[in-house]
Each structure stands twice: as C-alpha cells, then as structure tokens.
C-alpha cells in the first residue's frame, strides 16, 4: 500500500495550514499557484494588492501579537489553494482595508477596479448606522452580505475564508469573544459552506467551533480517537486491500481510501442520540474514486456482492445531486467481523467538487465570469435574500436563517418530474410556495402520489406532489402555524399586509392588548407619542397604524413590541422613584414611590434604594472588597453582585428584561468582612512547588479555603481559595505566588 493512502486514513479533509510567517514569500507562492491555475492570471494586480495592503495595515497587530498583513495573506494563500480567481485573491488581500484603514470603496474602486472593489465592500461590516443591539448589527451585516453574494457568489467564499483563518486563530481571543464567535460560525457561516458544497471548509469550521463551544467533549473525542487509531487503521487497511485488488480483477481504474468522520459530526450524533464513542461504529467510511459514473454503478454492484448492505442506508446522489452539487454514492454494509463501515463512490470530478464545491465550478477569466450554467444552481441563494430582506425581529431572523441553511433535506417530485429540495419536517404548503408564490396563494389542497392529503402533511423523500389552485380567497393565518420554511411563511405575511390593512390593523391592536394584560399594563401607560415615534423608526414603520399592521400580519410580535415600550416605561419609573425599593417598583409598576434608602448588608455591600433585601455574592465571578461591582435583582433569592467584567451580567448577554434588573452597589468602606477568592497557578511541574504555594499562604497568614491540584503534559496546575479582606491581599499574593520557582502564569478564576 502507498505511504500516501495511508496517510489519508482517519484524518478528515482539511485545506493545509501554513506555518510560515514571512509574507513576501508566502505571496510569491500565491502568485506561482495562480499562474499554474491560470496563465494568463493578473498577478500584476495581486502583488500591487499586497504591497497596498501591507502600507496600510503598517503599525497594525493581531491579537496573537503578529503584524496585521498576515492575516490577509493568509487568507489569500487559503484562495488561491481553493483555485479561486486572480480577482478573488486580489480581494482577499484588500478585504479589511475600508474596514479597518483611511482607505475608501472609490480608492480601491480606483486602483484596482469595480469588481475587485465591490468584492471587497461586500465583506465589509457596516459601521456608519449606529445600531440599538449587536444582534441588530450582526443581522444588518448579514443582510448586506447575503445581498452581495447574491450579485456574485464569490463574496461569501472570501467571506468563508476570512472566518476560517480567524477561527484559526481564535484562542488570542477573549473567552466571551470565543464563544459568541464560535456559536456564530456554527449557526451561520458552517451551514453556508455546506450549501456551498465547500466541505473541507464546513468540516474545519465545525471542529473548530466545538473545540470553543464544548472544550470537554472535544477533548474527550479526539483523545478516544487516537486511543483506537492504530486498531481501526489496520482494520481498514484490511478492507481497502481487497477493494483494490477486486478492482484490479475487474480492470477498473479508481483510488481506494480512508475517511474518518470530524469531531463535530460525532458530536452531534453522540448529542442528538445519546450514544457513547464505543457504541458509534461509522467512525470511517472506504472511499473509491474512478473515472466514470459506469465504473461507479459497477463498483457499487461489486460492493453490495462482497457485503451484507444494511436497509435503508443507500442514497444515489449521482442520480440525484444534492443541492450545493455534491455526488455521490453511498451504502452502509456489513464488514468482515460484523461491525458496520460507509463506501462513498465517485468519479475524480465529483471528488473535485465534493472537495471544493462552488469553487470548482466558479471560472473566472480576467475581467469574464461564466455564471450562466451556475445559475439554477445558486437560485436557492436568492430565495434565502428574499426571504430573509423583510423579517424585521432578530431572533425570527436568526431562527429562519439557521432552519432553512441547516436543515436536513428531502426531494420530492412535481407531477412533471420537476426535483424540488426543501427543509426536512416541510409540508405541502412549504411546497407551493417554493414552486412559485402565487401557487401558494391559489393553494386549495393537495395530492401526494395520487392521493388527498391534508395541508398539515409532513412531506418525504421521493413523493410525487401536485398543488391543487383553486381557491380565490387567498392563503389562511392557520397556514403560519403550519408551513416550516421562512419563504412560505415570508409570503403569507406579505399577502396579508399587502391585501389586508384594515383587518391586521385590528388584529395587532387586539394582540398588543392581550400583552398588555399579561404584563398588567394599559395602553395609556405605554403608548406615549415620543415612546412609539422610537418603537416605530425601531422596527422600520411610518407611525403608529402600520405598526398595528406589522403586528397583524406577524412582521413583528406583539410580545416585541409591549417589552420595548415596558423598557421606556421602566425607565421613566426608575426616574421618578425616590425611596421605594426599585424591585417592587418594577413588579408592581407604580409610579408613586417613598424616599431612596441606603442599605449595608452584612456582608459589607452598600445597595442603592433596597431595604430589608438579601444580598450575596455571585459565585460564578467572586467578587472581593475594592472589586469594581454591578448589582442583579434576582426573583426571590434578593440582589446577586458581580464583579463588572464578569461574563454573565455584561448587557450584550442580557435580554432587555434581564437590564432593567441591573442596579447600582458598593462597597461598604467601614466594612471589616473577609472574601474567598479563588487563584489558577500554573507553571512547569516539579517536586515542592505545592509546598511552596502552601508556604507562601503560611507566610502571609492567608486562609486555605480549598485547593487542587494536578500536572498534565508535564505543566503544574494548582487552584486555590483564599480568604482575603481586599483586592490588596489578593496583589500581594498574586506577587508572591509568581516569585515563585517554575510559576508562568497566577490568574484569578471563578472556580
């Protein structure tokens, strides 16, 4: 067997990381791909681009402490292995310099054309609006994005990119950063790249997003992987033999491989079906790559003669591609000693595009782009702008955006064998409206291989449907709580705002008075001229009767729309409340409150306007005297204090409820109480450095409240609490710990 096959073994497929931090040689090793790729090439452009980018990101460093010009080329290095167009790299090259520099769209416009520039606009985050929420800013950049991909796909490719190298180097990073950055590369931009058929992208995004968002399972995988490697590689060694040699005996010319699944896939299925790494057996797959899709079929005949296939695990994508253009054929069998194993069967270019997907079918000759066979293909990127351009509500946006990426999918047929590819758990109503919006309009019933079905029907793989039109009425509101993807119920709301003012005008007034009982407020309370002129620009109306409408038709919900008012309403009673605890003023909502009082607790907290109120200690960020503190009414336990930079009570994590509980506390100067701070010690492991630590606390006459610790990789890590009076104790004793012999780093932790 070749070195190479073997190689190739359980290692999923991933684009190769440089570790090469000269620039100069890593852009003259872009330019020799580029040319390879393409000899007529503007590599002229792409050398003036970096030397451009590299002027004006002069002075500027990544977090990780690197100048800034290696992250562009890097991801510029990252394109130009993906085969991508000399205007693409000249992009990647520039995509942060109007973000982040003096430099302006006309000024790259000018100096290296409209195309390059409108690549790089489409990339770039807007920064002029100054927006309410990061939600709202994340989902207008969305926006802007999904429009220029829309234009021209090659946006979200550098885009995709961008997040790829970032991702890469996302441990210089803070932790809240980490997380909320991970979450939204597995919500947004993974599901995207497995649109786009991108798979080696897609599958390190993944991984790298869990290795952040559950550090525990990651760890635990990879370490069970390695444990069994040697076990499952002679396993399959074994079985891609005998491939080769049938494939030998039938005079077929093809490739025999390795494939292992990614972290993140097994993740998910240990998650989504609670099983353990020792139950999961399709931990690797055989792949056989050959010259024709007659060779394929052939291959699969031969499969399924050598092994027991199991039922229900052979799907043909070659006879019907998938979406982002992956084929494909895969059977699950029965192997020599009984365990279950995948075979994938494909031609060299179907592994081309399994591998690259969009980008490689996306040729661009200089100045030239051959889209017009790519059309049909990339139609789903404009239903997903179409839908999305008019949903108003962050959390509907993000809730639709994530099901229609991330779905799983079904195909079924017209009556005229026409494929249609929806969400999983779609009905016939999600049918209609992907045929053509007036369909669903006129959508009467429908039949499904002949048959009556109700609308509520949950389509599958393979049926024939027929939408039945003859109903003048238009569609019904019952169709909203029914329909599953964000096209179909897109369009139902706008045939209501659009055919139906006067009843949704109705409709929302009633909803918004039934939210306002539930939170036992009236509309005199709320609906203040100035508070609805900001709930109106807020939410893109023109006054207070299309809100109404909005309403009706569910362009926003009532629920939204009561919560924004309450957040002016809460605000005013915080002003006007002089003595009344604040908690009491917020669930009681009254206006008339006695004189503010200063409260000590007794645990030398002073609380601004509370009386009679239990007071505590945040555990998850124990604060200590002279820590910089914010308060949180709690529901029934009193006002919790946390440290200000604690992770848990910055507003950017809170919900607009959530803040208005935040109120104003600190220390009690007179205070005389001792606090438990916990220390992370880490350091090179040797004999007596516990005893050290120990003796350091002796020394000092500090407390032990609790320690642990334990060496790993030949690195010490000793967790202690301490009992302290102040943040000076805690100063003097971070010094001294790191006198300490072998010590590298003494860092406060929560735990």
């Not at 997903?384 to 509907?396: A, P, V």
């Not at 959530?658 to 606090?675: P, Q």
């Not at 010490?716 to 780093?745: H, P």
């Amino acid at each position: 067997m070749e070195n190479t096959e073997k190689n190739i073994i359980l290692a999923p497929e991933k684009i190769p990381q440089m570790e090469k931090k000269d620039t100069d040689a890593l852009i003259a090793e872009v330019i020799a791909m580029l040319k390879d790729a393409n000899p007529d090439a503007n590599t002229d452009k792409v050398q003036k681009a970096y030397d451009f980018s590299k002027s004006m990101h002069t002075g500027q460093l990544r977090k990780s402490g690197d100048p800034y010009i290696i992250h562009p080329v890097e991801v510029a290095y990252i394109a130009a292995q993906l085969a991508l167009d000399a205007h693409t790299v000249t992009a990647c090259l520039l995509h942060d310099v109007v973000e982040d520099t003096d430099c302006s769209y006309q000024d790259v416009e000018e100096m290296f054309g409209t195309t390059v520039a409108e690549l790089v606009d489409g990339v770039t985050k807007l920064k002029q609006i100054q927006y309410s929420t990061r939600e709202e800013q994340q989902v207008e950049n969305l926006r802007k994005m999904f429009f220029a991909m829309s234009k021209d796909i090659r946006v979200i490719m550098i885009k995709l990119i961008d997040r790829l190298h970032n991702m890469r180097t996302l441990s210089f990073m803070p932790p809240d950063k980490q997380l909320r950055i991970s979450k939204e590369t597995l919500d947004v931009y993974a599901p995207l790249a497995h649109r786009l058929g991108m798979s080696k992208i897609k599958i390190e995004l993944e991984d790298l997003a869990l290795k952040y968002l559950d550090p525990v399972a990651y760890e635990e995988i990879r370490e069970n992987i390695n444990l069994k490697k040697s076990a499952r590689d002679r396993y399959i060694d074994d079985i891609m033999d005998i491939f080769r040699d049938k494939l030998k005996e039938m005079n077929i010319n093809g490739k025999v491989m390795g494939r292992a699944k990614h972290f993140y896939s097994i993740w998910r299925k240990m998650f989504t079906q609670g099983k353990t790494m020792d139950s999961l057996y399709d931990l690797f797959a055989v792949r056989v790559i050959v010259d024709s899709i007659q060779d394929c079929y052939a291959v699969l005949g031969l499969v399924h003669e050598m092994y027991t296939p199991v039922p229900m695990r052979f799907k043909d994508y070659i006879a019907m591609p998938k979406p982002n253009m992956y084929q494909s054929l895969h059977t699950t069998v029965i192997g020599p000693d009984g365990t279950p194993f995948e075979i994938q069967i494909r031609t060299w270019e179907m592994h081309r595009v399994a591998e690259n997907g969009i980008a490689a079918h996306w040729k661009y000759k200089e100045g030239k782009s051959g889209k017009n066979e790519l059309d049909s293909k990339l139609e789903w990127v404009r239903t997903l702008l179409d839908t999305q351009e008019n949903i108003i509500d962050t959390d509907e946006f993000f809730n639709t955006l994530k099901f229609d990426l991330f779905a799983d999918e079904v195909f079924v047929f017209t009556p005229n064998g026409r494929v249609v590819s929806l969400p999983a758990r779609s009905t016939v109503i999600d049918f209609a409206f992907a045929i053509h919006s007036e369909v669903g309009y006129k959508m009467s019933g429908a039949k499904v291989n002949g048959k009556i079905v109700t609308n509520n029907y949950v389509l599958e793989t393979g049926e024939i449907v027929e939408i039945l039109t003859a109903n003048p009425h238009g569609p019904s509101r019952d169709w909203l709580k029914i329909c599953r993807t964000a096209r179909a119920r897109n369009k139902i709301n706008q045939w209501f705002k659009r055919e139906r003012r006067d009843e949704n005008i109705e409709e929302g007034k009633e909803l918004i008075e039934r939210e306002l009982r539930r939170f036992g407020n009236t509309h005199a309370q709320l609906f203040k001229p100035d508070w609805v002129s900001v709930i109106t620009k807020r939410y893109g109306f023109n006054n207070l009767d299309d809100l109404y409408a909005g309403v009706g038709y569910g362009g926003v919900t009532a629920t939204k729309v009561v919560l924004r008012l309450r957040e002016e309403w809460l605000k005013e009673v915080r002003e006007k409340q002089k003595t009344e605890d604040i908690q009491e003023a917020i669930e009681k909502a009254t206006e008339n409150a006695p004189k503010e009082k200063t409260v000590r607790s007794s645990n030398g907290i002073i609380v601004k306007g509370i009386d009679n109120c239990l007071v505590r200690l945040a555990h998850c960020c124990n604060p200590v005297a002279g820590d910089e503190i914010i308060g949180f009414i709690t529901k029934g336990r009193g006002v919790s204090v946390h440290r200000a930079d604690c992770v848990n009570i910055k507003p950017v994590n809170l919900t607009d409820e959530d803040r208005a509980r935040l109120i104003e506390v600190k220390w009690d100067k007179g205070n005389s109480n001792s606090y438990v701070a916990n220390i992370r010690i880490t350091g090179k492991d040797r004999d007596g450095m516990l005893l050290d630590v120990t003796n350091v606390l002796v020394n000092l006459k500090i407390p032990f409240k609790s320690a642990n610790a334990y060496a790993k990789n030949g690195e010490a890590i000793i967790q202690v609490g301490v009992e302290i009076k102040d943040t000076s104790d805690l100063a003097l004793l971070t010094k001294k710990f790191r006198q300490i012999e072998g010590v590298e780093s003494v860092t406060r932790s929560n735990a």
